[in-house]
């Protein structure tokens, strides 16, 4: 099973900030990544697929990179409607599909 | 616009039975797989099974394996998820999600349902 581990839990950023969050695989997942966004109550939300491709009408402050165990989500400047947790998963070797435990981005 | 609205949840004791529904529209169902994915109160995302377009194809998390039986009727729009020997553990809400891609590999998932919320409890 491939273990996906997120850091940090917590990041506390300010409006208009650059926000770095990370996810690492316990094993190569190569660029099969996806990132993810849940505010409070919502259904989760596709940011980026292929580790680096944002989804339909996703603001160009988001971005991927990362390839085989290490990868990043940057939020290049933090708006209002960015506070949420985020959330990783690879799609590599199934099954599981498993998830990284999540990053949630507050105001500082 | 793709919509996914699931439904059947309830409170359930423990050992019993429940089956979620997921009715889908707008897109071509039987050209995606699909996914049960659940989220315990308060907790991150757990992946809990899939199925290809055909239905010939299914997988399972280790922790519903046996117990859980994903399905879908390609002539319902419909996906299904039978939940037997049902745990507290299992409380969650339980999202239908369609799978980003693929009809016969599992890959990213997009997009969610609002989910249906099942509690386990006696």
């Not at chain 1, 990544?33 to 989760?44: F, H, R, S």
């Not at chain 1, 580790?51 to 990868?71: D, K, L, Q, Y």
Request: with cysteine.
């Amino acid at each position: 099973e491939i273990v996906m581990t997120q850091s940090p839990a917590t990041l506390s950023v300010s409006p208009g900030e650059r926000a770095t969050l990370s996810c690492r695989a316990s094993q190569s997942v190569n660029s099969n990544l996806a990132w993810y966004q849940q505010k409070p109550g919502q259904a989760p939300r596709l940011l980026i697929y292929a580790a680096s491709t944002r989804a339909t009408s996703i603001p160009a402050r988001f971005s991927g990179s990362g390839f085989g165990t290490e990868f990043t989500l940057t939020i290049s400047s933090l708006q209002s409607e960015d506070f949420a947790v985020y959330y990783c998963q690879h799609y590599y070797k199934w099954p599981p599909l498993t998830f990284g435990g999540g990053t949630k981005v507050e105001i500082k | 616009e793709v919509q996914l609205v699931e439904s059947g949840g309830g409170l359930v004791q423990p050992g019993r039975s429940l089956r979620l529904s997921c009715a889908a529209s707008g897109f071509i169902f039987n050209d995606y797989a699909m996914h049960w994915v659940r989220q315990a109160p308060g907790k991150g995302l757990e992946w809990v099974s899939s199925i290809s377009w055909d239905g010939a194809g299914t997988v399972y998390a280790d922790s519903v394996k046996g117990r859980f039986t994903i399905s879908r009727d390609n002539a319902k729009n419909s996906l299904y998820l039978q939940m037997n020997s049902l745990k507290t553990e299992d409380t969650a809400l339980y999202y239908c999600v369609k799978d980003g891609y693929s009809a016969y590999d599992f890959s990213w998932f997009d997009p969610w349902g609002q989910g249906t919320q099942v509690i386990v409890s006696s």
